[in-house]
């Protein structure tokens, strides 16, 4: 079956623009998470959902990044007034219940590039 | 502070031969650990899960162990081929730690040349 996805595969923008960057979950995982992922580095926890609620935003670094999940399935994180440290790999990844130890299951990533 | 170091930060060998990884953690207390597989511009892939009660569990040519008393977790791959290239994640959870009950290590960046 499909797993997750995102989109776009990269992304290029300037300094002080704003972008949404998409995820499609795993059909039926009511669980989800975005990361972001720096060069030779671990993910790190940005925020997840658990159906439509953002249930842990702990992550999000300031209040230029907001997700939304309106629906309970797609994702979309955004970006508003860019700036160059964020550039990074965000990925996003669901699982069916976000209890332990139920596996999460990750997209290929958006490679965001701010110039 | 809860932390993942994974040594070696990379590691070169030759196709056939045998590496082994290792995870060093101070999450507490303790759920699960995790090694995933993150190939180049992919995101991370399951290897094995390991709880609080198991010492050794494989997954083909990939053996993980841990040791809860020391809090250190090693992931043992065998006979290397090609395509084990890549970076491996060590991934430790939090009891009742929600969603950022997740620490991630680093990676180890594995490079098996022919």
């Known amino acids: 079956g499909a797993g997750v996805s995102q989109t776009p595969s990269n992304k290029v923008t300037e300094k002080g623009k704003y972008v949404e960057l998409r995820c499609d979950p795993i059909s039926g995982h009511t669980a989800l998470y975005w990361y972001r992922q720096s060069l030779g580095q671990g993910p790190e926890f940005l925020i997840y959902?658990?159906?439509?609620?953002?249930?842990?935003d702990s992550g999000l670094p300031n209040d230029r990044f907001f997700a939304v999940r309106p629906e309970g399935s797609v994702s979309t994180l955004k970006i508003q007034r860019t700036e160059r440290g964020d550039s990074a790999v965000y990925l996003c990844?669901?699982?069916?219940?976000?209890?332990?130890?139920?596996?999460?299951?990750f997209g290929p990533g958006t490679r965001l590039t701010v110039t | 502070k809860n932390q993942v170091e994974q040594s070696p930060q990379s590691l070169i060998i030759l196709e056939g031969k045998n590496c082994t990884l290792q995870c060093n953690y101070t999450v507490s207390p303790f759920s699960n650990l995790r090694w995933y597989k993150q190939d180049t511009g992919r995101g991370p892939v399951s290897l094995t899960i390991?709880?609080?009660?198991?010492n050794t569990k494989s997954n083909g040519r990939y053996t993980a162990t841990l040791d809860a008393d020391t809090k250190q977790s090693s992931l043992h791959i065998t006979a290397s081929q090609l395509s084990d290239s890549a970076s491996y994640i060590c991934?430790?959870?939090?009891?009742?730690?929600?969603?950022?009950?997740?620490?991630f290590g680093k990676g180890t960046h594995l490079i098996i040349q022919p």
């Open positions: 959902f658990q159906g439509t609620g953002a249930a842990d």
């Open positions: 991934v430790v959870r939090r009891s009742g730690g929600g969603a950022d009950g997740l620490t």
């Open positions: 390991m709880t609080f009660s198991e």
């Open positions: 990844a669901s699982s069916i219940s976000g209890r332990a130890p139920y596996e999460q299951y």
